[in-house]
């Protein structure tokens, strides 16, 4: 089993700053992207950022020049720095995982969510 677990949500006031964590656990073989995705009340959900094990990154545009995403290959982890921050940031953010499992089977696996709100 593999489980992800996000922490750092919280509530800001815009052009504060955020900073997300995820931890991937269980049975992980080896993960090749880590990414964060988000989605607002009534919106679908929309790519936020990822990071490969070799360090590419890639932003939505929304986010470009604001959020920096980065990973610590040996612990599992991802994080989302999340700088001034607007009220269209609010979202349940979601940690997500392209990875392989020590059986070898390849899995997306999702965190349950945390809460960003960012008041006006």
């Known amino acids: 089993q593999v489980q992800l677990v996000e922490s750092g949500g919280g509530l800001v006031q815009a052009g504060g700053s955020l900073r997300l964590s995820c931890e991937a656990s269980?049975?992980?073989?080896?993960?090749?992207?880590m990414g964060w995705y988000r989605q607002a009340p009534g919106k679908q959900r929309e790519l936020v950022a990822v990071?490969?094990?070799?360090?590419?990154?890639n932003y939505a545009d929304a986010v470009k020049g604001r959020f920096t995403i980065s990973r610590d290959n040996v612990e599992n982890m991802v994080h989302l720095q999340m700088n001034s921050l607007k009220p269209e940031d609010t979202a349940i953010y979601y940690c997500?995982?392209?990875?392989?499992?020590?059986?070898?089977?390849?899995?997306?696996?999702w965190g349950q969510g945390t809460q960003v709100t960012v008041s006006s």
């Open positions: 997500n995982a392209d990875l392989f499992d020590v059986d070898g089977f390849r899995r997306g696996s």
């Open positions: 269980g049975a992980i073989l080896r993960i090749k992207v």
């Open positions: 990071v490969t094990s070799g360090g590419s990154t």
